[in-house]
């Protein structure tokens, strides 16, 4: 989830393209099924940290895009700052361990 909350940082997305940021964000080591993806994406949803922006059709296939929202944005963030001050932690000990 924090691929992908991460991912639409950039801006609406469709699922295709979600899942290209995840990969390229994550060095590859996340790589969610097109199944996978979307639960992720409904949850994120119905936790309205992401909503829909848009849909159109291209080649006669519905293209949904999503955006984060306000709410999501400062989601991420708290994240990123949580797991910041984690990794500190590990640098620091291991500053004055070594």
Known sequence: MYFVLTTL???PM????????????????VRPSVGTLYGILERLSERGVIAV?????????SRR????TDA???VVRA???????AAALVINRATFAG
């Open 79 to 85: 994240e990123a700052r949580r797991m910041h001050a």
């Open 53 to 61: 922006d848009r849909e159109e059709v291209v080649n006669g296939r």
């Open 72 to 74: 999501g944005q400062a």
């Open 9 to 11: 940082l950039d801006g």
């Open 14 to 29: 469709h699922g295709h393209a979600i899942l290209k940021g995840v990969g390229e964000l994550s060095g590859g080591r």
């Open 65 to 68: 895009y999503f955006r984060i």
